[in-house]
């Protein structure tokens, strides 16, 4: 029997029971309501039946009776509703955190194969162009392009590392950005200059003012445009254009990242940015990532001050827009 197979059966036997014991708590309760309330009646008629009609208190205790019977019922139904939503409360609780758990878990082990598929693929490239240039005698040209593909594995080698430390130093708190002057117009323009030399064979237009200048950490600012544009050529098809702009608008300084890709679905924009999660469509099963570079972006620009939105890019795609509110 297949693992995932196996954990599906078991977690679907966990709820069962939980459900069947939630029940039996909520039947059980219920029982003991009619109970007690059909306890009280008989007391209550076995007290009257004691009663002598000829008793000047007759009537009175009619009453005293009558009210007592209907203060402990009063009691047994707020109790038994007390009770009743409490029981409801942590039942809900629990459900949502074992879920959760579950969720998380699911999560977890994607994003452990992952990493495992985009530790292994770079690692096999760049051990064959070695093995390569180790073994036989290429040209001058050969040998370059071979290096320079070595070189682009190792970078994506270092962004994932890159992103996995940032995004444990955020979880615990551990990491903290160094603000100074910089130019947003440079990071921007150093950040497209080094995707075409990677992707010689992919479109960019770019569209940056210049002369744009925030306060910030220069490096956490490149992390966070890189993911956008790397993000951009896993979900767009090859032929298709990307395109970066950089404005000064009255809202702020607004940079936007824009595909041709398949878009996203407006119930997922905002869980796009969530930890280890991607989305999940037959456009995106194919495509290479871990779930990180989304959150880390978001982390990074709410550390400066700004915000990150998803958009429909017309005809078709998504553009990532960033609104920096302050200069920072």
């Known amino acids: 029997m297949p693992f995932s197979s196996y ?18 708590i909520i039947a059980a309760l219920v029982w003991w309501f009619i109970a007690l309330n059909q306890q009280n009646r008989q007391m209550a008629t076995f007290e009257r039946s004691q009663l002598n009609p000829s008793d000047k208190n007759y009537t009175s205790r009619l009453h005293e009776i009558a009210d007592v019977e209907k203060r402990k019922t009063a009691q047994y139904i707020g109790e038994g509703s007390i009770f009743l939503l409490l029981i409801l409360s942590g039942a809900a609780f629990i459900y949502k955190a074992v879920k959760r758990q579950f969720k998380s878990g699911q999560q977890q082990q994607n994003f452990m194969m992952a990493v495992t598929h985009e530790l292994k693929t770079p690692i096999a490239i760049a051990k064959l162009n070695l093995e390569t240039l180790l073994k036989r005698k290429l040209d001058d040209s050969q040998q370059q392009r071979l290096i320079q593909n070595t070189i682009q594995e190792a970078n994506r080698l270092n962004a994932l590392c890159n992103n996995m430390l940032l995004a444990s130093q955020m979880e615990a708190g551990a990491h903290s950005i160094t603000k100074e002057e910089i130019s947003l117009s440079v990071v921007t323009s150093d950040c497209v200059n080094d995707f075409i030399m990677r992707y010689p064979q992919r479109v960019f237009i770019r569209s940056i003012t210049e002369d ?11 992390m966070a445009i890189n993911n956008l544009i790397d993000n951009a050529i896993k979900y767009s098809p090859k032929e298709s254009a990307i395109t970066i702009t950089l404005s000064q608008q009255e809202s702020g300084i607004t940079l936007m ?4 890709g398949k878009g996203i679905d407006t119930m997922e924009r905002k869980k796009v940015f969530d930890k280890f999660y991607r989305i999940g469509n037959a456009a995106t099963k194919g495509a290479k990532g871990t779930g990180l570079g989304l959150f880390l972006t978001k982390k990074i620009l709410a550390q400066h001050g700004a915000d990150i939105f998803v958009t429909d890019n017309t005809p078709t795609g998504s553009n990532f827009v960033i609104v920096f509110k302050e200069k920072g």
Do not use: A, H, P, T
């Open 7 to 24: 954990k599906s059966k078991r977690i679907r036997f966990i709820f069962i029971v939980y459900w069947f014991l939630l029940s039996y």
């Open 212 to 222: 744009i200048y925030i306060n910030g950490d220069m490096l956490m600012l490149q």
């Open 257 to 260: 990242v824009k595909d041709e």
